[in-house]
């Protein structure tokens, strides 16, 4: 298989949760930020709404050449207008009434038990959908990386790239206001933990490896 058609299955396999995001009910949730507009280049600044003014625009993940985007998606890069430079040392950024939480910011600053959790675009940024007193929550493509790892070693080849991209999924994220740390829902088991002392009633039967994302987002509008 050539590397042009391998790459653009990369692209594509990683990004199929964002091209379905609609489906998700991500546009009729959306949290409307309370956060100055600009950039927050830091955790600190984040946490004391001090932005840098920074003029920014959102462009698409998917293509060589990133298209500017009429409307704000859930999954996007942004952009220095004046430099065209892409925005890779963030915490967050408010932008047109929504806020965005950068990959790399997620992975950084998460819960000390979610240390497995990786990224193929950590200078991404993921839109908040829901939020409160307690919590943003957020999803992202996030994958076990020895899983991940394991996928690539165990087939040769783009193949084994793309079965390793199949290890990602839009898992549940929330921001802690509390702890100031982000908490990644990596698995069933672990969202279970996660509310079992904030809303007993919302632990999911976990006849599979990953929690019912449409219900997480129910109890996170509950506890929020």
């Given at each position: 298989m050539k590397p042009f058609f391998v790459l653009m299955i990369l692209i594509l396999a990683n990004?199929?949760?964002v091209l379905g995001q609609d489906s998700l009910g991500i546009k009729e949730v959306v949290y409307k930020s309370a956060y100055p507009e600009g950039v927050y280049?830091?955790?600190?600044?984040?946490?004391?709404?001090?932005?840098?003014?920074?003029?920014?625009?959102?462009?698409?993940?998917?293509?060589?050449?990133?298209?500017?985007?009429?409307?704000n998606v859930h999954n996007c890069f942004f952009y220095n207008v004046?430099?065209?430079?892409?925005?890779?040392?963030?915490?967050?950024?408010?932008?047109?009434?929504?806020?965005?939480f950068q990959i790399n910011a997620i992975l950084k600053n998460r819960h000390k038990d979610d240390d497995s959790q990786t990224n193929s675009f950590p200078h991404s940024f993921v839109r908040v959908i829901m939020g409160g007193d307690n919590f943003l929550y957020t999803e992202a493509d996030l994958a076990n990386s020895w899983a991940k790892a394991a996928a690539y070693g165990g087939v040769g080849?783009?193949?084994?790239a793309v079965l390793a991209n199949s290890f990602i999924y839009g898992k549940g994220v929330v921001?802690?206001?509390n702890n100031s740390e982000f908490n990644i829902f990596r698995n069933c088991k672990d969202f279970n933990e996660f509310i079992r002392d904030r809303y007993e009633i919302g632990?999911?039967?976990?006849?599979?490896?990953?929690?019912?994302?449409?219900?997480?987002?129910?109890?996170?509008e509950k506890i929020k």
């Open positions: 990004n199929y949760s280049f830091t955790k600190d600044d984040f946490i004391k709404k001090t932005p840098s003014q920074v003029q920014i625009v959102p462009k698409s993940i998917i293509g060589f050449k990133k298209k500017v985007l009429v409307e004046s430099s065209d430079k892409k925005i890779t040392k963030a915490f967050a950024v408010s932008y047109k009434g929504d806020l965005y080849g783009g193949v084994g921001w802690d206001f632990i999911q039967d976990c006849k599979k490896s990953q929690p019912d994302a449409l219900k997480i987002r129910e109890i996170i």
